[in-house]
């Protein structure tokens, strides 16, 4: 069984900046990318950032120049620094992993449970 918690999110002001972090841990042989994504009420999920393990990153627009994603391979934990926040950051930020439980088995899709980020203007 694999498992993902996140921790992290928070109230911060317009401006300010938060940095989540998200620990993989259970039966895991081998993670090939994690990532970040947010939904919003009444939304689809939207990809926020990922990056593999070779350390290859991907960024919406939207948070280009503002949050970098980064990895620590040897501890399963991905983050996300939060810079130059946004109100319409606002939402619950879900962390991802594409994991490979056993030797014997694919790749899986894997969710945190998730975390409230809320940005005041």
């Known amino acids: 069984q694999v498992r993902l918690v996140e921790s992290g999110g928070g109230l911060v002001q317009a401006g300010g900046s938060l940095r989540l972090s998200c620990v993989a841990s259970g039966r895991i042989f081998s993670i090939n990318a994690m990532g970040w994504y947010r939904q919003a009420p009444g939304k689809q999920r939207e990809m926020v950032a990922v990056?593999?393990?070779?350390?290859?990153?991907n960024y919406a627009d939207s948070v280009k120049g503002r949050f970098t994603i980064s990895r620590d391979n040897a501890e399963n934990t991905v983050y996300l620094q939060m810079n130059s926040l946004k109100p319409e950051d606002t939402t619950v930020y879900y962390c991802?992993?594409?994991?490979?439980?056993?030797?014997?088995?694919?790749?899986?899709?894997?969710w945190g449970q998730g975390t409230q980020v809320t940005v005041s203007s």
């Open positions: 991802y992993g594409r994991i490979q439980g056993s030797r014997w088995s694919g790749m899986g899709d894997y």
């Open positions: 990056i593999t393990s070779g350390g290859t990153t």
